[in-house]
């Protein structure tokens, strides 16, 4: 339960400060300030960060704890500039909670794609696959039914950034099997992370 006020006291905080700061930067006209999809494309990006476990709006909220999170991006490919170009990503969420048999570790890849609302603010959405640890896929007892050892891998994300290479982000990710398997009860965190390009 902490760890679920404090993730959401830390989003909460992080989204009006980055409200805040996009305000400041919309009173002021700047060519640079246009939309625009696939501002980063060009940069690789490393990002961390730490969520509530088991936190979101789509599968029911069951245990308590706390995930840590880092994900790696890459450049977009040429040939994905046609779709607004999208980083190619890699990425974990390793839990910690209370009970040793609780915790489901993910690891996922996939496409994220960014869109610049003003020079520094900015959101973020990811599409891809994802694995898990979890040992009984039907019938668990101690953790979530996911059904399928593969699943669907989501993730939305408000970034505001610091400098031109370091971003911080409040995020959300969710982890399903749309329906594919028996069970699919859903899995997701929701938190901060920062992230640094070049």
């Given at each position: 339960?902490?760890?679920?006020?404090f993730?959401?006291?830390?989003?909460?905080?992080?989204?009006?400060?980055?409200?805040?700061?996009?305000?400041?930067?919309?009173?002021?006209?700047s060519?640079?300030?246009?939309?625009?999809?696939?501002?980063?494309?060009?940069?690789?990006?490393?990002?961390?960060?730490?969520?509530s476990?088991?936190?979101?709006?789509?599968?029911?909220?069951?245990?308590?704890?706390?995930?840590?999170?880092?994900?790696?991006?890459f450049?977009?490919?040429?040939?994905?500039?046609?779709?607004?170009?999208?980083?190619?990503?890699?990425?974990?969420?390793?839990?910690?909670?209370?009970d040793?048999?609780?915790?489901?570790?993910?690891?996922?890849?996939?496409?994220?794609?960014?869109?610049?609302?003003?020079?520094?603010?900015?959101?973020?959405?990811?599409?891809?696959?994802a694995?898990h640890?979890?040992?009984?896929?039907?019938?668990?007892?101690?953790?979530?039914?996911?059904?399928?050892?593969?699943?669907?891998?989501?993730?939305?994300?408000?970034?505001?950034?610091?400098?031109?290479?370091v971003?911080?982000?409040?995020?959300?990710?969710?982890?399903?099997?749309?329906?594919l398997?028996s069970?699919?009860?859903?899995?997701?965190?929701?938190?901060?992370?920062?992230?640094?390009?070049?």
């Amino acid at each position: 339960m902490r760890a679920k006020i404090f993730a959401a006291t830390a989003i909460v905080g992080m989204t009006l400060l980055t409200g805040v700061a996009a305000a400041q930067e919309l009173k002021e006209p700047s060519p640079e300030r246009f939309s625009r999809w696939g501002n980063y494309s060009d940069k690789m990006e490393v990002r961390f960060g730490a969520s509530s476990y088991d936190t979101g709006l789509f599968g029911p909220m069951r245990f308590s704890g706390v995930n840590i999170n880092g994900e790696l991006l890459f450049r977009s490919p040429e040939f994905l500039s046609i779709i607004g170009a999208p980083r190619p990503y890699v990425g974990f969420n390793a839990a910690i909670t209370d009970d040793p048999d609780r915790p489901i570790n993910f690891a996922y890849a996939g496409l994220t794609w960014d869109y610049n609302i003003t020079s520094k603010l900015y959101l973020s959405g990811s599409l891809g696959g994802a694995i898990h640890d979890a040992s009984n896929l039907k019938n668990p007892v101690n953790y979530k039914g996911l059904g399928c050892r593969a699943l669907f891998h989501l993730g939305a994300a408000v970034g505001y950034d610091i400098t031109p290479n370091v971003t911080v982000q409040a995020y959300a990710d969710h982890f399903s099997n749309a329906n594919l398997c028996s069970e699919n009860d859903g899995a997701e965190s929701a938190g901060v992370r920062v992230g640094f390009r070049w």
